[in-house]
């Protein structure tokens, strides 16, 4: 299985990038996708999650210091999960990771996730 983040860059505050995380190796419709992001010298935390082909009716996770701001999504015909980023602050600035578990819901918590990718990094200059 992997995991191939890329998207990553410098911005100055106040604008967007978009993250992408292609997956292989793995049946990527009945996985549920996350993105977390690690600061130096922090925890990785969560940003966002999406569930499976089996979340109906369901809605994607964030965490308040995003929300309104990202937007996650999916397309699993190209086996991607996506992380739209608006408004970006200075303390958005960490590695943002994708990570994958099977299951139809996501979840917050990184050690439910079986797949990580490697991480790219974004840099939010004021």
């Known amino acids: 299985v992997q995991l191939q983040a890329s998207g990553g860059g410098l911005v100055q505050a106040g604008g967007s990038l978009t993250l992408s995380c292609a997956a292989s190796?793995?049946?990527?419709?009945?996985?549920?996708m996350a993105w977390f992001r690690q600061a130096p010298g922090k925890e990785r935390e969560f940003v966002a999650a999406?569930?499976?082909?089996?979340?109906?009716?369901?809605?994607?996770e964030y965490p308040d210091s995003v929300k309104d701001r990202f937007t996650i999504s999916r397309d699993n015909r190209e086996n991607t999960v996506y992380l739209q980023m608006n408004s970006l602050k200075p303390e958005d600035t960490a590695v943002y990771y994708c990570?994958?578990?099977?299951?139809?819901?996501?979840?917050?918590?990184?050690?439910?996730?079986?797949?990580w990718g490697q991480g790219t990094l974004v840099t939010v200059s004021s």
């Open positions: 190796g793995l049946t990527f419709s009945v996985y549920a």
């Open positions: 990570a994958a578990r099977r299951s139809v819901v996501g979840g917050t918590e990184k050690e439910r996730y079986t797949y």
């Open positions: 999406i569930g499976s082909v089996g979340w109906i009716n369901g809605v994607p």
